[in-house]
């Protein structure tokens, strides 16, 4: 490989291309080439961009496996000051899957229930009123001796926040859409305070598949262009949508540093 250039059409590159769409510029030569690193530059938007050195940076194929060991795939950076501390990092650090597996480190992640394959498994407001299921004061509802809880999607985290945002006072429409409302300072205050779901799970499902009284989680769901690609928190053992992974086999304080060194400015670029 030689050097891989990545544009997107945000400039009119193409003007008859919707701007939105990306496309590569891909060079590679034969085993004459022996080219030990290869240039790479990220999100150009328009040619002149190419004669940006600032924009270019080099990884070797030994850098490359370095960084993404298990998926082999290619970072992107916006630029080589980027690119170059990462590298610096992983130099001194190797990545969280190659450090040795103990009771309690470096933790397994796990994807909780699927909003899809296990749709069965989920119950909104009126399916639960239709059973006549009682509505707890802790968010939970209740048919006999079962109880439903809650279920946790990625909108309701934030950095160290398990109670980001909540369906209470927000529309039926805006339910359906998905849409819930940013938890007020107010509501925050109170100790008591948690959010409202818009989906609820048997308990019996959850503690059978995620035993445990907590969880370590982060969003599944970020792009590279948001100001914080990395959001985690320690939520209650709440049932999961697929938005948000879940990491066990972690004791308190290891679950607590890798909760700080997930939210932490190099991993938040």
């Known amino acids: 490989m030689i050097c891989l250039y990545d544009f997107e059409n945000r400039e009119a590159i193409f003007s008859g291309v919707h701007r939105s769409y990306k496309f590569g510029l891909f060079c ?97 407001k009126y399916e639960m009123v239709a059973q006549n299921a009682l509505y707890l004061d802790s968010g939970e509802f209740q048919i006999g001796s079962t109880i439903f809880l809650p279920v946790y999607e990625s909108k309701f985290i934030h950095q160290f926040s398990h109670r980001y945002s909540t369906f209470d006072s927000v ?53 590279e262009t948001d100001e914080r690609s990395s959001i985690a928190a320690i939520i209650p053992a709440r049932p999961c949508s697929h938005s948000l992974s879940i990491i066990d086999n972690l004791n308190c304080i290891n679950a607590l540093l890798i909760c700080g060194n997930m939210n932490s400015l190099l991993m938040v670029r």
């Open 28 to 124: 590679s030569g034969g085993k004459q080439i022996q080219n030990q690193e290869a240039d790479f530059a990220f999100y150009l938007t328009n040619i002149s961009h190419i004669n940006d050195k600032l924009r270019h940076f080099t990884l070797s194929s030994h850098e490359l496996f370095l960084i993404n060991p298990s998926t082999k795939t290619c970072p992107t950076f916006k630029n080589n000051i980027e690119a170059e501390i990462t590298k610096k990092i992983y130099k001194k650090v190797k990545a969280w899957c190659l450090h040795e597996t103990k009771v309690d480190f470096p933790g397994k992640p796990r994807t909780p229930f699927n909003m899809s394959n296990d749709s069965g498994l989920f119950f909104d």
């Open 171 to 223: 529309s039926d429409e805006e339910i359906k859409s998905g849409n819930s409302r940013e938890s007020s300072n107010e509501d925050l205050k109170k100790h008591s305070f948690f959010i409202k779901a818009r989906y609820w799970l048997d308990k019996n499902n959850q503690e059978n598949r995620f035993p445990g009284k907590w969880f370590l989680s982060y969003r599944m769901i970020v792009r």
